[in-house]
């Protein structure tokens, strides 16, 4: 069979292809997939920092594989235009990994860093082939739950009668909700139209539901906690990400009322299971309290070699 390899082309739909990979990537995996849609929807609209703003960033971080009738097997990505990349195969192509992985190591060899990447714990087979090119297991990156959300609906959501919860499709509050990330993740209630313009394009992202996009509001309606769901369809599950809590308004459990009033809606749109994945003490604490549930974890590899 030959096998070829290019940089990403937008020009050759290869955003969809990827796209449609991860779904089949999903329904062939089930809760060992690699990621989710949503990450990859983040990937392209998610423009976090200044090297996520030029046109030529997917074109530099991301490079696919195919074979002779043209379907995409595999790629390599990288998330941020840094040192950090993820390798997906698709199933019956897992012999790549070696061809991948010295694709990196030559191409992406002058990243700031050492080259470093994340294996899922039933990964035995890459975790064995990341090992043999080099590569060294520094630690455990994060945990990821699954929870059924036939379950989670029967218990009960605890919120103080100062707070209610609202969703972006009846209440678009852009700048509310800009205003809650900036002070969850950079310490500062700053607001720039830059910050509207990377906000409202990330809402581009082909699986962002606003309907699904949950804050805690107080009577002021000022946003407190929040959580968005990704959901893909075709699979039937859904990803909770983008968890985070006002800096005053930590430790009152709103994190958790909002995650559980996602889950609510998520099974009321027919929805049968959600993820969710975090590393801080704070996330395993919060989402401990969501109940017991199947979870998997995932290990950090780094660059060894000269």
Known sequence: MKIRCREFDEQKNDFARMWDFLIQDYADKKGYFIWTIGRLGDWKYGCWNEKKCFPNFMRRNAHLWF?????LIGFVISENCDNNFTVFAKKGYEFLYSEMLVWVKSSWKDREGK??????????HYMQILEKEGFAKVGQNEIQRVYKLSDKVKEEI???DEFSIEDMLVHPDLMGKAVLYNNAWH??????S?????FEYNRESPCFNPKFDLSVVNKNGIHVASCVAFIDYKNNYAEIEKVCSHDEYRRRGLA??????????????????AYIGGSSNEAKSLYDK??????WKWFDYSLTEA
């Open 67 to 71: 074979d002779n009738f043209d379907e």
């Open 115 to 124: 080259l470093s990447t994340q294996a899922h714990e039933y990964q035995n």
């Open 158 to 160: 605890v919120l103080d």
């Open 187 to 192: 310490n500062n209630c700053n607001v720039s």
């Open 194 to 198: 830059y910050d509207l313009l990377r």
């Open 256 to 273: 958790e009322a909002v995650i559980r009033e996602c889950f609510k809606r998520l099974y009321n749109e027919g929805i049968e299971y």
């Open 290 to 295: 969501l109940g017991s549930v199947q979870s």
